[in-house]
């Protein structure tokens, strides 16, 4: 480790687990003022155990939850340099099946809800001229997926809102990528039946599913200088081969 992050203030939603907790200490390990969210109130322990500055409970699709951290953050540190949106959720159900509940829930959660961070950061970010911004989207939001609609549908939404606020904020100095990971062993993908995860493997070019700590790089990749300069609007798929765009 470099402290190639040193003194940048950074959220990352999601941090209580999986690929949020795993870019949370990677970028501690990289110098960076560490805040880490989630609905989950393991968030306040698992702040302690990455080494991170803050650990707070927040249900991101709460608008006013999700201002108020941010107004308090830049309140408090003066500024945000970088967020990183990793929450989420994933069930699974065919369309023709699928109540519209749950096709509402995902949308909320995986979608409205990182527009509502982006929003939210944007702010502090644009006026002090800079920052970075790492949504955590997913390779079924490019392929689509089995009983994945509602989810499929809420990613690709994510890579299209992360391009049109990539054009929006560029020229200003805030830089929005994407990162679309393939399969991951975490626990969002440990309740998925096994017979699925064999045949997902054995479709896979590299093999195997990746792990959160194969994620944490690409996300310092984005958030640092001179490395993520030139990034914008961009979709990194660390996926194991799944996609080939
Ligand atoms: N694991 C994979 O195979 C995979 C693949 C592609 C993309 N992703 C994406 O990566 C991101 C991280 O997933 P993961 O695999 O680490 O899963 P995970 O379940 O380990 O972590 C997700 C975290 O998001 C939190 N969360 C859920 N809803 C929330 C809300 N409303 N407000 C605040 N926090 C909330 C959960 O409590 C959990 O801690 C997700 O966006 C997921 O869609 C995962």
Known sequence: MSDILKGQRALISGGASGIGRAIASAFVAEGADVTIVDRDPRVVDV????????GEVLDAT?????????????????????????????????????????????????LTSVFLLNRAALR??????????????????????????????????????????????????????????????TPMVAGIDDDWKRAKRAELPLGRFGTAEEIAPTAVLL???PGGNLFVGQVLGPNSGDVMP
């Open 223 to 225: 958030a640092s200088d």
């Open 124 to 185: 502090p970010m644009l006026a002090q001229g800079r920052g970075r911004i790492i949504n955590v989207a997913s390779q079924l939001g490019i392929k689509g997926g089995v009983s994945l609609a509602h989810y499929a549908a809420a990613k690709a939404g994510v890579i299209a809102m992360t391009k049109s606020i990539a054009l929006e904020t560029a020229s200003q100095g805030v830089l929005v990528n994407a990162i679309a990971p393939g399969p991951i062993d």
């Open 62 to 110: 709460a608008e006013d939850g999700v201002n108020g951290l941010i107004d308090r953050l830049v309140t408090d540190d003066g500024g945000l340099d970088v967020l990183v949106c990793s929450h989420g959720i994933l069930t699974q159900s065919p369309a023709v099946e699928m109540p519209i509940s749950q096709w509402r829930e995902t949308i909320d959660i995986d």
């Open 47 to 54: 702040a302690t155990e990455v080494g991170a500055t803050r």
